[in-house]
């Protein structure tokens, strides 16, 4: 098994992979730059081999499983193709158009390999392995078979390729458009201090909703994976305007998920690897250190 990218999800899915005696290499663009500490630790502690590069890494294996940001999706496929090995399958993980899977199929099938679309169609942490998994593509049936055993929940969305890449792009108009929503909304609440009055209405309409607990866990993704949440926002919004729509909701909410990752990346919610980043159960923490930001750039 490759993994291209070590980040979350790769990681999760190499300890889940390792546990089960299977063998994992991986790479990561990350390995040749000042944050590479962390990732071969973990790596050295789960048995799990780095390549150093996508070509080597996609020599070496059967299967290669690009997990990167949806920005990468296609420049991941264009540096493995050329080294993939015939019949070897490519499951491309990442949270892009159906537009940019098909590109990236053509490349990979070009090369004797055999790509398969996936979308994740939830969070990976809490599920890891199991993470409810749609496939897509003429080899997907195959696919399924084969790594399902090894722990993945995988269903077969459809032999055609797209089907499976909007459904996740569509769920995601919705899911990181609420997450946008959410941070916006409560923000300009709590600086009129109407945010109880707010929440109390939004119960009354939502009441199945625990908007508290789902404010918190809202603003603490945002703020730890508002980078990736927002490329794949912005693949969201290319789906959208391939139908031959403006896609102004989705663009809203990807520049709003890059906007949040541009200030935690300058330490506005603290120091990332801290214990107070981004883990507090009430959000409005992460709100008036939103606000505090604000008032002094305005100042």
Same mark, same amino acid.
């Given at each position: ?13 190499? &300890?889940?992979?390792?546990?089960? *005696?299977?063998?994992? =290499? ?10 590479? !500490? ?19 890494? =996609? ?45 990236? %199929?053509?490349?990979?099938? =070009? ?30 049936? &195959?696919? =399924? ?18 089907? !499976? ?6 769920? #995601? ?11 916006? #909304? ?44 927002? &490329?794949?926002?912005?693949? #969201? ?6 139908? *031959? ?8 909410? %990807? ?8 200030? %935690? ?31 002094? #750039?305005? %100042?």
């Amino acid at each position: 098994m490759g993994l291209v990218g070590y980040g979350e999800v790769g990681r999760i899915l190499a &300890e889940d992979l390792r546990a089960r *005696g299977v063998a994992v =290499a991986a790479y990561d663009v990350k390995l040749g730059g000042a944050d590479a !500490a962390p990732l071969r630790a973990h790596a050295h502690q789960h048995g799990v081999a780095l390549a150093d590069g996508h070509a080597q890494l =996609a020599d070496r294996a059967d299967f290669v499983i690009s997990a990167v940001t949806a920005s990468q999706t296609l420049a991941v496929a264009q540096a493995c193709a050329p080294a993939m090995r015939g019949g070897a399958f490519y499951l491309d993980f990442n949270s892009a158009s159906p537009g940019a899977k098909q590109q990236a %199929a053509a490349l990979i099938d =070009a090369a004797g390999a055999r790509y398969v679309e996936g979308a994740v169609m939830t969070s990976v942490p809490p599920y890891r392995i199991k993470v409810p998994l749609l496939l897509g593509g003429a080899h997907a049936a &195959e696919l =399924a078979e084969k790594i399902n055993p090894l722990g993945f929940a995988a269903k077969v969305a459809s032999e055609k390729l797209g089907v !499976a890449s909007a459904t996740k792009m569509c769920r #995601s108009v919705m899911i990181k458009g609420l997450e946008a929503m959410v941070i916006e #909304s409560f923000t300009a609440a709590r600086h009129y201090g109407v945010e109880d009055a707010v929440l109390a209405s939004l119960a009354e309409t939502f009441p199945g909703m625990d908007w508290e607990r789902q404010g918190a866990y809202f603003f603490q993704r945002v703020i730890e994976h508002g980078r990736r949440r927002s &490329e794949e926002m912005f693949e #969201s919004a290319r789906t959208v305007r391939d139908v *031959g729509m403006p896609s102004w909701i989705a663009q809203g909410a %990807a520049e709003r998920q890059a906007w949040m990752a541009n200030l %935690a990346d300058d330490g506005v919610f603290g120091e990332r690897g801290t214990p107070g980043f981004a883990r507090g159960s009430d959000w409005r923490t992460e709100a008036d250190r939103l606000l505090s930001h604000l008032k002094e #750039s305005s %100042a």
